[in-house]
């Protein structure tokens, strides 16, 4: 899988500590894994901001994918374990398109790959890309 | 049955079978903080977390359980919620059976339906 691709940090418009993910570690397609900063108070919440970074990245690779989406719809989130220290991997996959609405499905995984969160992030066009 | 959460909510009442919470906007302000310098809005993963701290006073309050989120089964999330748009989460109960507690929620920022998710809650471990 191709990682040619700048760091997150490049792509998204998060900042300081909005900013969660660190590198992106595989791309190819509709995939995308990326790794997060280490911190010791993952609480579910943030896990699940994090998975929508991911999803965001990946749906803004597609082509005609937003510069800059927006969440607007999570579904089916199971949450297996709702506190976390360290950092988590997280991998992504384009599951539809719908319009201007990218659906991706999201497993947000510990140091030891067990999963801690999994869901459906729906990214939208954000205000960027009116 | 006024409740207290010094951390995000100024206040948070329970009438009539509905939670409602009034999130402090320091705490509004600190969730916002680097997502989109500049025109900041609330992450909605962060929406849906405030949507599960005032659907677990509900439980706690009306049945008596601590209580966990097991699921978002949906959250949709209609419109950008700013930290100073007065954010008030409100919460009832639709369901209880043999896999947990089902919980409707709203978020209501600047006068208007800002999210509406369903949440799904089980007994703590």
Known sequence: ?130 | MPIRDARAFDEMTIAGGVARGVVRRAHADALCEGHFPGRPFVPGAYLAGLMADVGRQLLLAGEGEEVRLAEIEDCAFHAPVAPGDGIVVEARLIEAGPVGWRVAADVHAAGRRAARGRLRFAVED
């Open chain 1, 1 to 130: 899988m191709s990682v040619d691709l700048p760091p997150p940090a490049a792509l998204l418009r998060h900042r300081g500590p909005a900013l969660l993910l660190e590198s992106i570690d595989a791309h190819e397609g509709g995939r995308l894994s990326c790794s997060t900063v280490a911190r010791d108070d993952w609480t579910w919440p943030r896990m699940l901001e994090a998975a929508a970074q991911t999803a965001g990245l990946l749906a803004g690779l597609q082509p005609g994918g937003p510069a800059a989406g927006v969440v607007a719809q999570v579904r089916d989130v199971v949450v297996r374990r709702p506190a976390y220290a360290g950092r988590l991997r997280i991998d992504a996959t384009l599951d539809r398109r719908v319009l201007q609405f990218w659906r991706c499905r999201a497993t947000v995984r510990a140091a030891d790959a067990s999963v801690l969160l999994e869901g459906l992030v729906t990214l939208g066009t954000g205000p960027e890309d009116a």
